[in-house]
């Protein structure tokens, strides 16, 4: 969700609504909108798209007699130049007028029967799938798209109600200018947020419990790790306690014993830690999901296990190697030699 949206659109919704849900906007108030400095124009008129949100239940791919509300978005026949970064990338763009609805790529490996050519269900009417969409994995990829003068109907909606207004503006500087000029505006009781603000708001949350639950697992399995590290280490020292007073006699000092067991931890860790990299990889695009709250909708998404991450785990690998590896490393080090060579 933080990486939906783009910097140079902007979101209008009803004046203290938390969520496109709770929003509302007039054809009226769409007028002013299209006609407001800052708003980018393309050969169809102004880039605004006008949209309508709901929620419908679907089967889930991996168990077809469970449902999942999936959030279907009715929208301007424009919105592929308002969302310039959504592609489609199999089938074709929905035609207005029709009961025709694209879909988000994850939405294609989540749900049942979802397919170029397929026919579903929605709210009593038959849809066919014409085409496919990659949104770049943000949210707009759980996400159905539709004809929202068809969309509004189906849902007993008045044809000159909206829930948001999506604009694309001339350039990302151009949002100040537009916001003021809304909100200096009497017939407009809305609110205007840059899209990625939005998603950044509608995330936070969510994001917040999952970073507290991966740093609480972390530090769980970083405590594992240390203590595996520290229980491989002293038993290398007891198994080596000759070899290592025979390498003091030599002349060896502590500092050396100390860097070659640290060294060893490290070697160990690592190999650890790559093994560890292979393990996960398998599950690079793997699809799941979870539920938007804002929302009460079902958001599929994939793991991208990405070559950032695996080498902030190989680094978090040698370092639990070097905490567990020290303190036999010091032993070692601090070991009496005339003890340990009586014992040859």
């Known amino acids: 969700m933080v990486a939906s949206g783009s910097a140079s659109n902007a979101l209008i919704r009803r004046a203290g609504a938390t969520s496109e849900m709770e929003s509302s906007v007039s054809l009226e108030q769409l007028k002013v909108i299209e006609d407001t400095v800052g ?20 089967g889930l791919k991996n168990d077809p ?38 879909i988000g790529r994850n939405v294609s490996e989540a749900y049942s029967g979802f397919s170029v050519g397929a026919t579903k269900i929605l709210h009593g009417e038959h849809w066919t799938v014409v085409g496919i969409f990659d949104a770049g994995g943000s949210a707009f990829d759980s996400e159905i798209w539709c004809d929202e003068t068809i969309l509004n109907p ?10 948001v207004a999506t604009v694309h503006l001339n350039s990302p500087n151009d949002f100040q200018r537009f916001k003021d000029a809304l909100s200096a505006d009497p017939r407009m009781t809305v609110q205007v947020d840059r899209e990625i603000d939005y998603y950044a708001k509608q995330s936070r949350a969510f994001t917040t419990l999952v ?21 491989t280490m002293y038993s290398a020292v007891a198994e080596r306690s000759r070899e290592i007073a025979t390498m003091r006699a030599l002349g060896f000092g502590a500092m050396a014993v100390v860097v070659s067991f640290v060294f060893e931890a490290i070697c160990i860790a690592f190999m650890g830690g790559l093994i560890g ?8 695009g793997f699809t799941t999901g979870t539920m938007n709250w804002q929302t009460f909708s079902h958001m599929a998404f994939a793991f991208q296990v990405t070559p950032a991450l695996l ?23 601090r070991s009496t030699i005339a003890v340990a060579l009586r014992e040859l």
Request: hydrophobic fraction near 55%; charged fraction near 10%.
């Open 277 to 284: 990299c292979v393990a996960v990889l398998p599950l690079n």
């Open 154 to 163: 189906i849902y007993q909606r008045p044809a000159t109600a909206y829930q």
């Open 211 to 231: 970073e507290y639950l991966g740093g609480a697992v972390a530090v769980i399995m970083g405590i594992g790790a240390i203590f595996g590290a520290l229980n």
């Open 65 to 102: 007699l469970v449902d999942a509300n999936v959030q279907v978005r009715g929208v301007s026949p424009k919105v592929l130049d308002v969302r310039n970064n959504v592609k489609i990338v199999s089938g074709r763009m929905f035609a207005p007028g029709l009961n025709e609805m694209v």
């Open 311 to 333: 080498a902030v785990g190989l680094i978090f690998a040698v370092l639990m190697g070097i905490l567990g590896g020290v303190p036999p490393a010091v032993r070692a080090a």
């Open 39 to 58: 708003v980018a124009r393309g050969a169809s008129g102004p880039l605004v798209s006008p949209e309508v949100v709901v929620i419908a239940p679907f």
